[in-house]
Every structure is written in C-alpha cells, then in structure tokens.
C-alpha cells in the first residue's frame, strides 16, 4: 500500500512562506505522479501543483504559478511544496497526493488513488 504522510502546515503571516512536506515511506515513486491539492471552507478540493517523478516535470495552477515550487528528493521519497509571498487566499486544507504516470490528468481529483491526510494551512491577514 502506498502511504502519504503529510507535514508541515501551520499559521503563517501574510507575505510568508511555509514549506510542506510529503514523504512516502519505504517506496520508489519512479514511474508516479505526485501532486499537491487544497480545499478551502465550503469550496471543492482544486489543483495545486504536480511533479513526474522520473523526469521532474512540473505543473503548477495558474494561481500560485511563481510563488510556490514543488520538488522531490528521490533519497528520501519525499515531495515538497514550498510556498512563498503566501496570501490569505492560499489558507486551506493541503492534500498531498500520488498516481502512476501517464500523459494528462496531473490536475484531476479523481486520477489519484493514493492520498495523504492533509494539512492544514492558515495564512492571516
């Protein structure tokens, strides 16, 4: 079974930066997609940003686009979500999540078998 554990969260002022963490335990993610999600009160979960393991490819949501990085540390099998100049906005529940590879679908829910617990993140005006 692949198990996501999820780190990191916090209360961040705004303008700050916060550094997430999702290490997947005694497994090689080679051929997998790992992505990052978020929901906030009373909205649907959406897309953050993903990263193909074997090359390293990003995707980020036009929302966050130069403000948050994702990465991966192979040794550790451990994806992280650095988010910078952090808004209100941005406050929600992270999810950290993961699916084999293929082409398309790094944004949809519902390609994702494989989910963390969450974490939550408030960032205060």
């Known amino acids: 079974q692949v198990q996501l554990v999820e780190s990191g969260g916090g209360l961040v002022q705004a303008g700050g930066s916060l550094r997430l963490s999702c290490a997947a335990s005694?497994?090689?993610?080679?051929?997998?997609?790992m992505g990052w999600f978020r929901q906030a009160p009373g909205k649907e979960r959406e897309f953050v940003a993903a990263?193909?393991?074997?090359?390293?490819?990003?995707y980020y949501a036009d929302s966050v686009k130069g403000r948050f990085t994702i990465s991966r540390d192979n040794a550790k099998n451990t994806v992280y979500l650095q988010m910078n100049s952090l808004k209100p906005e941005d406050t929600a529940v992270y999810y950290c999540?993961?699916?084999?590879?293929?082409?398309?679908?790094?944004?949809?829910?519902?390609?994702?078998?494989?989910w963390g617990q969450g974490t939550q993140v408030t960032v205060s005006s």
């Open positions: 999540a993961a699916r084999l590879y293929y082409m398309g679908g790094y944004a949809d829910t519902n390609k994702y078998p494989y």
């Open positions: 005694g497994r090689t993610f080679s051929s997998y997609t």
């Open positions: 990263i193909t393991w074997t090359a390293g490819n990003t």
